[in-house]
């Protein structure tokens, strides 16, 4: 089928607005691919120092025939989703050896767990640590011995880092190696029903904690569709991980099978093969317009729009809130997952996952087809799913069929004709909400504002009974200036508790919110924050503010004119958990529309 004329239009909207940086970097790119491999120019110091742990694997680096695979790991036995990693080394390497390759880790990048952080001080570093992961990423493979990077990383920010890393060493291939999802445990729904009662002093901290031990269990990612799970979406809809690798739980046949393999294919694409593919020609605009598109079909985490416009950037790609906005308005929701739905992500997989639905999209012209991919030329390649059986490892045709309609649809019969991320504008600055799991009289909330400052203050002030009428609570001086635009995650109980009382409410923020919120409607990253001088700065309680997901509008009903910006005191959220290290990230940060940036 012909493309979808709106996606179409956007990409080329996107490849205008892009043309200068584009160009640049390309043309950076070509220049240091023309080089050849990069250990041709190391000298004979240069190389002893770098070879002089690898054994029985001098030889072949030395004789500089055969590519030298760097693993940039992001292994650390906190993270549940990094835990399986410690392993992979070793299994990389000895694939290397197998497929005539070797393999060095060339170095480990920070991973922080948002679940561990939600709500303390330390989330106020989880934004910047993105910036983090892509330094360090870059100081591991600034050694140049390497023909081609596996990079082993999962979680919220860690991805997006990588990603930047990736595309700045865009000249060398690289291949993106997921650990797969826990196995499921208790129920996300039942989990969030226990989070709520909690919240309303029904139940004691031990209940909550035996219902979040039974849901948060083993390795592997979490299971319900947010930011982790987005991300493993992503990297096949972007063609940087083998297909069919995302949803493959640790621990099994089939999951070792896929890291060798991954092992094998990323030899395969070096400058020393027939099928170079460099990482840069593959995050072309449309790489980041089908990544849209796979957001807004799953009904994916808010988080990812701050970061594909910064993970764009790195490739010379310049992303807006109107081609998100665009994008959703034509693509139709096609998965129920939660906190959209009732199934977890091993529930999306058997259902049919992402093979079906970017078979079915591209039937329905709602993707690029003409991509460069890890896997080989065409985003087909992606149709087709990995099969361990007595013949061995292989592909076979994805299905063609959901395997479960209550929780994966065709493009023809969706669960909603658009996929729920608005763009909202309005004298208050611009933002987003994602409306895919908020009911449709929730659309639009007109209501008196409450105006706090900390996320622990609305639970305060819910503790003690003010909360009881129609409000849209704002929560101002979240932005990455102000304190790093930690997630608001752990408001959601208590909003939902509010909402479940027959309140009309809701949240406006200059922060952030998980991938995991989105029952209550949610107008986030709202820009310029208020530590900048935003119109969020302007409102005080009592003032009247329209949230219109509908239209697209975030309004204040109240004249604001001549009105003095409020100045909160930041002094007291600059040091303590290592936030004083990071004052420089919060002066040079850039705006949430642009991705938050520190580095690029």
Do not use: W
């Amino acid at each position: 089928m012909a493309l979808n004329p709106t996606i179409q239009r956007v990409t080329d909207r996107i490849i205008i607005r892009s043309q200068g940086p584009r160009r640049a970097y390309l043309d950076r790119m070509a220049t240091a691919a023309a080089e050849g491999p990069r250990r041709a120019h190391l000298s004979c110091g240069n190389q002893a120092h770098a070879y002089a742990p690898m054994g029985d694997d001098k030889a072949t680096l030395v004789a500089d025939k055969a590519p030298n695979i760097g693993i940039i790991t992001a292994y650390n036995d906190m993270l549940s989703a990094h835990q399986p990693f410690e392993r992979y080394p070793g299994q990389i390497r000895d694939a290397a050896r197998a497929f005539g390759g070797t393999a060095q880790v060339a170095g480990g990048v920070p991973a922080m767990c948002d679940g561990v952080t939600q709500g303390q001080t330390g989330m106020e570093l989880s934004l910047f640590s993105r910036d983090v992961i892509a330094l360090a990423a870059g100081v591991g493979l600034s050694h140049n011995v390497f023909d081609a990077v596996l990079y082993l990383g999962v979680c919220d920010k860690i991805v997006p880092g990588l990603i930047m890393a990736a595309a700045t060493f865009g000249y060398i291939p690289g291949m993106f190696v997921p650990a797969g999802p826990m196995v499921s445990g208790l129920p996300n729904d039942e989990k969030g029903k226990v989070r709520q009662e909690f919240a309303k002093g029904n139940i004691t901290r031990a209940e909550l904690m035996k219902a979040e031990m039974a849901s948060y269990h083993g390795p592997g990612t979490c299971t319900f569709y947010g930011t982790a799970n987005t991300n493993q979406m992503l990297m096949e809809f972007m063609g940087l991980h083998l297909p069919g690798t995302s949803f493959v739980n640790p621990g099994t046949e089939l999951r070792e099978e896929l890291t060798r393999q991954s092992t094998k294919r990323v030899l395969e694409i070096t400058a020393l093969g027939d099928d170079f593919t460099p990482v840069c020609d593959v995050l072309d605009e449309k790489a980041f317009v089908n990544g849209l598109v796979g957001l807004m079909a799953t009904g994916g985490s808010t988080n990812l729009v701050l970061h594909l416009p910064a993970m764009a950037r790195a490739a010379g790609v310049i992303l807006d809130l109107e081609d998100f906005s665009d994008i959703s308005a034509v693509t139709p929701l096609m998965a129920k997952v939660y906190p959209n739905g009732l199934a977890d992500v091993n529930h999306f997989h058997a259902a049919g996952g992402l093979q079906f639905m970017i078979a079915n999209l591209l039937d329905a012209g709602l993707m690029h087809e003409d991509v460069k991919t890890v896997a080989g030329a065409g985003m087909s390649h992606y149709a087709r799913e990995p099969v361990m059986d007595d013949s061995g490892f292989h592909y076979r045709d994805g299905p063609t069929e959901s395997h479960n309609d209550r929780i994966l649809r065709p493009a023809s019969d969706p669960f909603a004709p658009q996929g729920g991320l608005v763009q909202l504008n309005g004298n208050l600055g611009r933002g987003v909400i994602k409306v895919s799991a908020v009911a449709k009289d929730r659309h639009v909330i007109e209501a008196p504002v409450r105006i706090f400052h900390e996320q622990h203050h609305v639970k305060a002030a819910f503790r003690a009974g003010e909360l009881t009428t129609d409000n849209i609570i704002v929560v101002r001086f979240q932005g990455p200036k102000s304190n790093g635009m930690p997630e608001l995650h752990s408001l959601t109980p208590t909003l939902s508790v509010l909402q479940d009382r027959g309140l009309r409410v809701a949240l406006v923020t200059d922060g952030r919110m998980s991938g995991a919120s989105g029952k209550v409607p949610a107008a986030i990253h709202v820009a310029p924050e208020a530590a900048d001088g935003g119109p969020i700065s302007l409102l005080r309680d009592g003032d009247i503010v329209r949230l219109d997901a509908n239209n697209g509008t975030l309004e204040c009903l109240t004249d604001l004119t001549d009105r003095t910006p409020a100045i909160a005191d930041l002094t007291g959220n600059g040091n303590g958990v290592g936030r004083e290290l990071f004052d420089l990230f919060r002066r040079s940060v850039g705006p949430s529309t642009d991705g938050a940036g520190v580095i690029l």
